[in-house]
């Protein structure tokens, strides 16, 4: 069995309610998807918060991995970034309202916590993202990685969000032109 | 507000949102819409699929993190710690000089035998017609039947009816199953006590589920609860 089965097969017992392949589950993924929560909130104790909610929600839903077409540590892993980049969402709604969110947007920089962790992370993806020029290749690595989204992208690269979305969106298709080639 | 981009051709939009999906850039509505939009077209869903798997490349290497050990008690409080709790009312009576008593009354009306052996009913329900295969499992503590797809589709303008059926008796209906995959249904008590040995089928309805109350689409999977070892 790869790891990739051994989680899998975790995951369907853990579907069907067996106690004791939930704990080996969150023995064997709880550091992995530590470390992509905390990259993205930065903050250790709102990070363990969203942990939390991440394994109440394999728990809950683990029997659906198999219908949405995902390998299980990439469901498991897209669950837990999606808690983070939620709850990273609601903590800049508070801090500015709406019409000042554009202008103001708190400091984006991964504060120290997330730069040691994404230090590492500078893994080798694939020819096609090689293609793309530097400063497009760390946009959407740091908005993967660290869950920006435009505006917050645009305050840390000084720029108007429309063009950055423009270059994001730029990116991706040429990406996915090289990719299906 | 849908914002297109107008150096992006019309055809390449929907390509771009299933990227901007599966980063996280869409907000709250406009990702709303386009997982229904996704519904309905599984290019969409298939695109999502392969962005994720290839975004989520970035994670190798990325460094991995130990959470604090009280993460997991947290959890598990979440989660079971309703359990406890019943537990905990019953153990002052086990000192009392009802103890026996008290603990037989607590095996028969709480299910509490439950908690420590768990014995559960199970069902593989293997596909009939079609390829539908789905897994239940009925707990006892919570009346509960927990039914999880595990392969298989309905046709898209069909929905999956669940159906009970005990020795000769007919059909009866326990409900739609969720379209994602993942049902609980409440199982009243007095329900419960003809599982062992009954049968559960899927039919395959139309939407709203069976217009008359016994099957009247075809038969998808079935199979028999029993006790699980």
């Known amino acids: 069995m790869t790891p990739q089965d051994e989680i899998e097969a975790l995951l369907a017992q853990v579907a069907l309610g067996d106690r004791s392949a939930f704990a080996e589950l969150y023995r064997r993924t709880s550091a992995k998807l530590f470390g992509v929560v905390l990259r993205v909130l930065d903050n250790r104790s709102e990070a363990e918060e969203v942990l939390q909610d991440v394994y109440v929600r394999i728990w809950n839903k683990a029997g659906l991995y198999r219908v949405n077409g995902l390998s299980p540590m990439t469901w498991l892993i897209t669950l837990s970034r999606n808690l983070a980049i939620d709850r990273r969402r609601v903590r800049v709604r508070r801090a500015t309202s709406p019409s000042e969110a554009m202008d103001e947007m708190p400091d984006p920089s991964p504060g120290p916590e997330a730069q040691a962790i994404a230090k590492s992370t500078q893994s080798q993806v694939d020819e096609c993202f090689d293609e793309l020029p530097q400063d497009r290749a760390d946009m959407l690595r740091r908005v993967y990685l660290h869950g920006d989204s435009y505006a917050e992208l645009a305050a840390h690269l000084d720029a108007k969000l429309n063009t950055v979305r423009t270059w994001l969106r730029r990116s991706l298709l040429d990406l996915r032109e090289c990719l299906s080639r | ?229």
Request: charge should be negative; proline fraction near 8%.
């Open chain 2, 1 to 229: 507000m849908i914002d297109e981009t107008p150096d992006i051709p019309e055809d390449d939009a929907p390509l771009i949102r299933a990227a901007e999906y599966s980063l996280g850039l869409l907000d709250r509505r406009n990702a709303r819409a386009f997982e229904t939009e996704m519904r309905d077209n599984p290019d969409l869903r298939d695109e999502v699929v392969f962005w994720t798997e290839y975004f989520v490349q970035f994670e190798a290497g990325a460094s991995e993190v130990t959470p604090r050990s009280d993460v997991l008690r947290a959890v598990n409080r979440r989660l079971f710690g309703r359990k406890k709790s019943v537990l905990q009312k019953i153990i002052p009576y086990l000192t009392g000089a009802l103890a026996a008593a008290a603990l037989a009354w607590g095996v028969v009306s709480l299910g509490v035998l439950d908690q420590f052996a768990e014995p559960g009913l199970r069902a593989d329900l293997a596909p009939v017609e079609g390829t539908l295969e789905l897994a239940a499992v009925y707990n006892v503590r919570a009346g509960e039947l927990h039914v999880v797809q595990n392969a298989g589709s309905l046709p898209p303008d069909r929905v999956a009816e669940m159906w009970l059926i005990v020795g000769d008796d007919a059909p009866v209906s326990l409900g739609l199953l969720d379209p994602d995959g993942d049902t609980r249904v409440a199982v009243p008590a007095e329900l419960a006590a003809l599982l062992p040995g009954a049968t559960l089928a899927i039919s395959d309805e139309p939407p709203g589920g069976s217009p008359t109350g016994a099957p009247t689409g075809a038969v998808r999977a079935a199979g028999t609860l029993s006790v699980e070892s």
